[in-house]
């Protein structure tokens, strides 16, 4: 893996020499646009809208419009708007994990210690894993500020980039239903609910989207008709509420008693 990020973190008066790699990376088809006609591929210019000409990326700067001109930041002035955030994680505060809401998780990113940085990292670690907290930390990554976690997975330290506050929209905007459920419903789909709750085992979800895709590009290379699944969901009637959770119970109860 190669580091997206070098600098410390910190905790009180404790500073920790580490590097910062991306925790999780994309997994999708390698996919390019072409022109229907000709399948020719479809290229982006960088051009300039007033000569009308491609720029190379060396020439390109990065301009905030303030009365009709623009201030040309480079990257030195990035790191100046806050020297300290740009070379440092600083947990402010910590807070028990089951207090962030899940919406608010974005990215993890997982963090290795620089030289001399071996024991107080390995400190940090053992302290957050025994009082089960999670750090709230900010830095500056991108010339953008990030709210983040610091925790840990699988033996490392793992930040997690949150969003903040006023990233969230509020969902009062949505038309939300009113509609009235019994308490006889309410205790059949907790009874559901209970049917179906295991230990969570993240290595058993499998994402097959992209083999199913790749099954279609293959058939469609070959001349052969693809098999399409059909699917229709349609919304269950209120008035079948009750039918559709007793059978999904027993649904479940046959499939547990097979396995």
Same mark, same amino acid.
Do not use: C
């Given at each position: 893996?190669r580091s997206?990020?070098?600098?410390s973190i910190?905790?009180g008066?404790?500073?920790?020499?580490i590097?910062m790699?991306s925790?999780?990376?994309?997994?999708?088809?390698?996919?390019?646009?072409?022109?229907?006609?000709d399948?020719?591929?479809?290229?982006?210019k960088?051009v300039?809208?007033?000569?009308g000409e491609?720029?190379e990326?060396?020439?390109i700067?990065?301009?905030?419009?303030?009365?009709d001109?623009y201030?040309?930041?480079?990257?030195e002035d990035?790191?100046?708007?806050?020297?300290?955030?740009?070379?440092?994680?600083?947990?402010?505060?910590?807070?028990?994990e089951?207090?962030? #809401?899940?919406?608010?998780f974005?990215?993890?990113?997982?963090?290795?210690?620089?030289k001399?940085?071996?024991?107080?990292?390995?400190?940090?670690?053992?302290a957050?894993?025994?009082?089960?907290k999670?750090?709230?930390?900010?830095?500056?990554?991108?010339?953008?500020?990030?709210?983040?976690l610091?925790?840990v997975y699988?033996?490392?330290l793992?930040?997690?980039?949150i969003?903040?506050?006023?990233?969230?929209?509020?969902?009062?905007?949505?038309?939300? #239903?009113?509609?009235?459920?019994?308490?006889?419903?309410v205790d059949?789909?907790?009874?559901?609910i209970?049917?179906?709750?295991?230990?969570?085992?993240?290595?058993?979800?499998?994402?097959?989207?992209?083999e199913?895709?790749?099954?279609?590009?293959?058939s469609?290379?070959?001349?052969k008709?693809?098999k399409?699944?059909?699917?229709?969901?349609?919304?269950?009637?209120?008035?079948d509420?009750?039918?559709?959770?007793?059978?999904?119970?027993?649904?479940k109860?046959?499939?547990?008693?097979?396995s």
């Open positions: 893996m997206i990020w070098n600098g910190s905790f008066l404790v500073s920790i020499p590097k790699y925790g999780s990376e994309e997994r999708k088809l390698d996919l390019d646009m072409l022109d229907r006609k399948h020719g591929r479809i290229r982006y960088r300039n809208e007033i000569t491609e720029v990326w060396k020439d700067v990065k301009g905030y419009l303030k009365d001109a201030i040309v930041l480079e990257d990035f790191e100046k708007a806050n020297m300290k955030k740009s070379k440092t994680i600083d947990i402010e505060e910590f807070i028990k089951e207090d962030v #809401p899940d919406v608010l974005k990215k993890p990113y997982f963090l290795e210690p620089q001399g940085g071996e024991k107080s990292y390995n400190l940090l670690k053992k957050l894993l025994e009082t089960d999670l750090g709230v930390a900010t830095f500056v990554m991108r010339a953008k500020e990030n709210l983040s610091v925790g699988k033996d490392a793992v930040l997690h980039v969003r903040f506050a006023d990233e969230m929209r509020d969902p009062a905007e949505l038309k939300l #239903p009113d509609a009235k459920v019994s308490k006889k419903e059949m789909a907790k009874s559901l209970e049917q179906y709750t295991e230990k969570f085992d993240f290595e058993k979800y499998k994402d097959i989207y992209n199913q895709l790749i099954k279609i590009i293959e469609k290379t070959s001349g008709k693809p399409v699944e059909k699917f229709d969901s349609k919304p269950t009637p209120a008035k509420l009750m039918a559709q959770l007793k059978a999904s119970l027993e649904k109860k046959k499939k547990s008693k097979a």
